[in-house]
């Protein structure tokens, strides 16, 4: 079974509205941590978001939040007021307490539309 | 400044032409990281180190090498490079834990003939 699921390989969106990209995961781990890397078209990963499993509020990064349920094992990054910048690659990744391996999605290519 | 370097930035080889990545940290990381990227599979783990001497395979780990005689470098060894190893190869490090964030390198653009 995949540990990352990003089921969205492209979205778009109006510049300054909001968007959400999916992603769901897959661990029988109670510890593990859950990140959003951002890949411009120039290549390089970017740091945006982190969630661990025993935090109880959703993260938030300035315009990046992250909709964090762990029940149904959801991990969706929120952009909000999009930005042309924020045109790129959005990958979903995690860690887990046992074993370690970073697991990445697919990716999800954003656009964002003047 | 913290960082993770990559060399070559760019490559083209032949099939069976060994070749070395390397990588390096300056940040202390005990855990080091190699991917490859291809389009629509996203990143995928070749292999790992978890501190000096320790290192595990990947997803990915077929036709590749590694080694980790120091903590900061982490060079990746292609003895016989294929096709199907065309790739766009990263470097990564990060603490020991799943509360911490990996930090990249710029990318190896990687083109066996």
């Known amino acids: 079974a995949q540990k990352i699921t990003q089921t969205q390989p492209g979205m778009f969106v109006q510049e300054k509205e909001a968007v959400t990209l999916d992603c769901t995961y897959d661990t029988s781990d109670q510890s593990y941590g859950l990140f959003w890397y951002k890949q411009p078209s120039s290549g390089e990963m970017i740091f945006l978001i982190y969630q661990g499993s025993y935090d109880e509020q959703n993260a938030t990064e300035g315009r990046y939040s992250l909709n964090f349920q762990k029940a149904r094992k959801s991990a969706n990054l929120v952009i909000s007021a999009s930005q042309l910048g924020d045109s790129a690659m959005y990958f979903c990744?995690?860690?887990?307490?046992?074993?370690?391996?970073?697991?990445f999605g697919t990716g999800t290519s954003l656009t964002v539309i003047p | 400044e913290a960082q993770v370097t990559q060399n070559p930035r760019y490559l083209i080889t032949v099939t069976g032409k060994k070749l070395t990545v390397t990588c390096s940290q300056n940040m202390n990381h005990e855990y080091m990281s190699w991917y490859r990227q291809d389009p629509g599979l996203g990143l995928r783990q070749i292999y790992y180190s978890m501190n000096v001497e320790v290192t595990d395979k990947g997803d990915v780990p077929e036709g590749y090498k590694v080694s980790r005689k120091e903590k900061r470098n982490f060079p990746l060894i292609l003895e016989s490079p294929s096709p199907n190893q065309t790739s766009l190869y990263f470097c990564a490090s990060s603490f020991q834990g799943e509360f911490y964030e990996q930090y990249f390198g710029p990318g190896t653009r990687l083109t066996v003939t």
């Open positions: 990744a995690m860690r887990e307490e046992t074993g370690n391996q970073f697991y």
